[in-house]
């Protein structure tokens, strides 16, 4: 298998894997979180 | 109205943010260490721009939050650069810097294309939502590169000791974030004893980061062993 087709089959398995994480996180909640990241106030979410 | 807390935090990260500029300036790491520095430039200056937006309009005003979320959208994909940054440090020796960038931009527009199916379905207001799930989910997607990059480290016997630490200390962020992701979603109730949780790991991510750049040296070396438990 090419170096190429390697970087293709180990990015969509870390993309399946970062959504597959993310769907079990919010599996049971209503709405996302909204979380600030450098400290800023965080707004009202539309 | 914001309280004293908010105004503390939001000054710390922003003042901690420009240390690591000032530390990567003075240590004369500044452009071997760039997309980490560019990512806290891009934050002072979007934490800059917030605060003016944010006492002009309000906090409930449109205009903050269309600022807010689109500026956190370009920060988030800032840091996915510098992670990035940091995997071809690390593969720097094995001449693997082309496939590493191929990598890096097909996985942000696989990210891209998965969010845009996420919010295809939302017709008012699609490109706020669509910039929304793409910082949502880099922040994921950085969390698991993250963790491959300490595999990376752990089995390539990476000695620098300044890019361990830096490493380190994203892994911590990121853990922290879908912690606190994970408590908001599965215990609402719980959101607002912990809504400080987050600021304040945000604030200790550029501290960890300039003390890093400020009082380990490029060339100091960690031994592997310190790094993982081999077995007996």
């Known amino acids: 298998m090419s170096r190429k087709l390697t970087v293709v089959l180990l990015s969509m398995l870390v993309l399946a894997g970062a959504m597959g994480l993310k769907t079990a996180v919010t599996a049971h909640g209503n709405s996302p979180a909204v979380l600030s990241a450098n400290g800023v106030p965080v707004p009202v979410p539309f | ?232």
């Open chain 2, 1 to 232: 109205m914001l309280g004293p807390a908010d105004w503390v935090i939001w000054s710390l990260a922003t003042l901690f943010e420009a240390a690591v500029v000032v530390c990567s300036l003075r240590k004369k790491v500044f452009r071997r260490y760039f997309f980490l520095n560019l990512y806290m430039l891009s934050s002072v200056c979007v934490s800059v721009g917030q605060y003016r937006v944010f006492m002009h309009y309000g906090r409930g005003s449109l205009e903050y939050r269309y600022f807010y979320f689109y500026s956190q959208a370009l920060l988030v994909i800032s840091l996915y650069f510098a992670l990035i940054s940091l995997y071809s440090r690390v593969f720097q020796e094995l001449q693997v810097e082309r496939y590493v960038r191929f990598g890096a931009v097909l996985l942000l527009a696989g990210t891209a294309w998965f969010s845009y199916a996420v919010v295809n379905q939302s017709s008012t207001r699609m490109l706020t939502h669509f910039v929304f799930e793409l910082s949502q989910n880099l922040y994921f997607i950085g969390l698991v590169l993250t963790y491959a990059l300490w595999g990376v480290i752990l089995k390539l016997r990476e000695t620098r000791a300044l890019l361990v630490q830096l490493v380190l200390s994203l892994g911590v962020y990121f853990s922290a974030y879908a912690a606190s992701y994970a408590v908001s979603n599965l215990r609402p109730d719980l959101f607002s004893h912990m809504v400080y949780l987050f600021p304040v790991i945000g604030c200790l991510l550029p501290l960890a980061w300039a003390y890093a750049i400020w009082r380990v040296p490029e060339e100091a070396r960690i031994a592997p062993a310190r790094l993982a438990v081999a077995p007996r």
